[in-house]
């Protein structure tokens, strides 16, 4: 009995190890219950609610063949963190350090100014199937707390990291990846507005906070970070951001 259990704990042991550098990923212990609660408290009928739009949504048409890219999305962002956690350390932390800070700052805002949207379809006269799925979607995810997008700001943080890893580069088949990233890409962040589930100012918000948070996180957290591989019995921690881990002048 004493022999299983130890084998076993030595198992347990190995396989926490392999997977000690994903301790980043516990901030969704964080972001889901903020955003449920945002979800319960600042709902359509919520009366200081402010209602995002643009003249430009009112022109740009309703597709529900778009519901593809949007749904690909709950697919793409997960790839991206498993191909960096796999294949580049240092880059899986700044894929998180971009992701979660955006996130946070998306909830924070959509916390002190509660937003929401009348643009969704109440009459589709079209039945198939993408129909359905986008009709699910409007049923399962209320038009609420939709500025920024995060939707868009994911999106566009996922697909930097990608194509600036190191281990995209010197290969026609990763180059034929990051084309294929970048359509995507594209037509995820169309999806937000054709599917009328976010304005142009959503998705324009989203536009910004990632390319703001690219030159943080990419320009200065991250600028001279090094995150060798640790070797066995290494006690010494990876040091996520720049200023933790400054070497001293010579």
Not at 94 to 108: D, K, N, Q, V
Not at 114 to 141: A, S, W
Not at 177 to 203: E, M, N, P, R, Y
Request: glycine share 4%; net charge positive; charged share 15%.
């Amino acid at each position: 009995m004493k022999h299983q259990t130890g084998a076993i704990r030595k198992r347990l042991k190995k396989e926490l190890k392999k997977y000690r550098y994903a301790w980043p990923l516990l901030y969704v212990f964080i972001y889901m219950p903020w955003f449920i609660l945002l979800e319960k408290h600042y709902t359509a009928d919520y009366a200081g609610l402010h209602i995002i739009h643009h003249a430009l949504d009112d022109i740009i048409p309703f597709n529900e063949w778009f519901i593809v890219p949007y749904l690909l999305w709950f697919l793409y962002i997960p790839a991206i963190f498993v191909f960096l956690y796999y294949h580049s350390k240092n880059e899986f932390y700044r894929l998180c350090a971009y992701e979660f800070t955006g996130m946070t700052i998306a909830l924070f805002i959509c916390t002190v100014y509660p937003n929401g949207l009348h643009l969704r379809m109440e009459e589709i006269h079209r039945h198939n199937i993408f129909v359905k799925m986008t009709q699910f979607i409007y049923t399962n995810d209320t038009p609420t707390n939709v500025f920024p997008s995060i939707h868009v700001f994911a999106t566009l943080a996922a697909h930097l990291c990608l194509v600036k890893s190191p281990h995209m580069k010197n290969s026609n088949t990763r180059k034929y990846i990051k084309i294929i990233s970048g359509f995507l890409a594209v037509l995820i962040c169309l999806s937000t507005v054709l599917l009328k589930q976010h304005s142009v100012i959503d998705l324009a918000g989203g536009v910004i906070l990632a390319v703001i948070l690219y030159f943080i996180v990419f320009h200065w957290w991250f600028k001279n970070v090094d995150f060798p591989a640790p070797k066995a019995g290494d006690p010494k921690k990876h040091q996520v951001l720049f200023f933790l881990n400054k070497r001293p002048r010579q």
